[in-house]
């Protein structure tokens, strides 16, 4: 069965960076498009991210936009979200979640077939 567990969360000061890891089991990961969402205290869960099955393509929520990176090493099942020049609004809860590449590069949050649990990033002075 799909399986995602993220790690990498934890407390830093604004403008200070940290790398979230996406780890998979149970399936190829390399037939799967990722999608990185966030969810706020007190909001809705919003998609920060995507990355194709491949790597090729990426794209961005434009408030993270150059602040943010995705990538991916199919070999190690692992897929990470760089984040720099953290602010306080960055701070939520971060999963990851899957969608096979048959449905085209798409990572709604209503498409994704396998979520993992979550990491909290919590951005303060």
């Known amino acids: 069965q799909l399986q995602l567990v993220e790690s990498g969360g934890g407390l830093v000061r604004p403008g200070g960076s940290l790398r979230l890891s996406c780890a998979a089991s149970g399936f190829n990961l390399d037939m799967y498009n990722i999608g990185w969402f966030r969810q706020a205290p007190g909001k809705g869960r919003e998609a920060i991210s995507c990355i194709s099955n491949s790597g090729d393509t990426e794209n961005y929520l434009n408030s993270v936009k150059g602040r943010f990176t995705t990538s991916r090493d199919n070999a190690k099942s692992t897929v990470y979200l760089q984040m720099d020049n953290l602010k306080s609004e960055d701070t939520a809860d971060y999963y990851c979640?899957?969608?096979?590449?048959?449905?085209?590069?798409?990572?709604?949050?209503?498409?994704?077939?396998?979520w993992g649990k979550g990491t909290l990033v919590t951005v303060s002075s």
């Open positions: 979640a899957a969608r096979h590449r048959a449905y085209g590069f798409h990572c709604a949050l209503n498409a994704m077939a396998s």
